[in-house]
C-alpha cells in the first residue's frame, strides 16, 4: 500500500496531485503548525501572461496554531472579488464553465476553517479528475500528536501498513530512507518531468495553481499531466 502524507494546501499545484495520484492514500497533515506565507491559503492564478496571487484571509492566524483551527475571515469580504479574479483570468479559457463551477462550489462550502476549505479543493479536484485516491485528516484516527518529524510520519505508515511512503523532493531534506526500510516501508520521491501546456497566451507560466491547468485541459489530458512524473528512491 502507498501512502503520502501532506499538509492542505489552497487549489494547489499539479505536482501536488501528481504525487496524489501515485498513491492508495493520502493523509491530510492537518494537525500540525500552521505556516504563514506559505500554500494553505493562498495560490496563483494567470493573468495577462503574469503570475497573480489569490488568497483567502484569516483571523489573526498564527504559526502557534494548528492547520486544523485556523479561522477565515467571513467570505461576505472576499468571496466575491475572488470571482471576479477568475473570471477575469480565465473567462476565455475552454474549460472555464465547468471549472469555475468546481471552484465556486468549494468556496461556497459552509466552514470557517480553512483547513477544511483546502482539504475540499483537493478532493474536488480529484473526484473532477476521476483519481481513486483515498483521503485521511491526521487529525482524526491517529491520536499521535506527541511525536514529531519521521517519527510520526513512521507511526502513520505503520498503523496504515504502507510498504511505501512518497514524498515531494523537497522532503530529501526531511528524510532517510534507512529510517523507512527499518520498518519494512520504500521511501521514493516524486519527481516531476517537464511539460508545457497552452495557457492562451504567449509563453508558459509553471507551478500555478491547478486551477490553472484545469481551465486549459480536459479531465483525461490533466490524467495524462499527472503521469508526468517517476518515482524514485
Known amino acids: 500500500m502507498k501512502l503520502a502524507l501532506m499538509q492542505p494546501y ?6 501536488y496531485f501528481q504525487l496524489v495520484s501515485k498513491v492508495d492514500r493520502f493523509v491530510f497533515y492537518d494537525d500540525v503548525n500552521y505556516i504563514k506565507n506559505g500554500w494553505i491559503n493562498r495560490n496563483r492564478l494567470g493573468l495577462n501572461g503574469e503570475p497573480r496571487y489569490f488568497t483567502v484571509p484569516l483571523n489573526n492566524a498564527s504559526p502557534f496554531q494548528k492547520i486544523c483551527d485556523v479561522v477565515i475571515v467571513p467570505p461576505a469580504s472576499w468571496r466575491r472579488k475572488l470571482y471576479e479574479s477568475i473570471r477575469h483570468s480565465y473567462s476565455r479559457a475552454p474549460h472555464f464553465a465547468a471549472v469555475s463551477t468546481l471552484v465556486q ?22 473526484e473532477y479528475l476521476d ?103
Not at 105 to 123: E, N, P, W, Y
Request: glycine share 8%; hydrophobic share 40%; charged share 20%.
Open 105 to 126: 462550489r468549494v468556496f461556497d462550502m459552509d466552514t470557517c476553517h480553512i483547513g477544511q476549505l483546502a482539504k475540499t479543493s483537493v478532493r474536488k479536484v480529484a
Open 131 to 233: 483519481l481513486a485516491t483515498e483521503f485521511i485528516d491526521s487529525s482524526a484516527p491517529y491520536d499521535n500528536s506527541d511525536l514529531s518529524g519521521t517519527k510520526r510520519v513512521l507511526d502513520i505508515c505503520i498503523r496504515e501498513q504502507a510498504t511505501a511512503y512518497y514524498n515531494v523532493p523537497g522532503g530529501r531534506a526531511l528524510y532517510e530512507s534507512a529510517s523507512f526500510a527499518e520498518h519494512g516501508v520504500q521511501l521514493r520521491f516524486v519527481e516531476p518531468l517537464p511539460f508545457e501546456y497552452a495557457q492562451g497566451g504567449p509563453g508558459f507560466l509553471p507551478s500555478l495553481s491547478i486551477i490553472d491547468v484545469l481551465m486549459y485541459n480536459d479531465p483525461a489530458r490533466v490524467r495524462g499531466l499527472l503521469a508526468l512524473c517517476a518515482a524514485v528512491p
Open 10 to 15: 489552497l487549489f494547489p499545484y499539479i505536482g
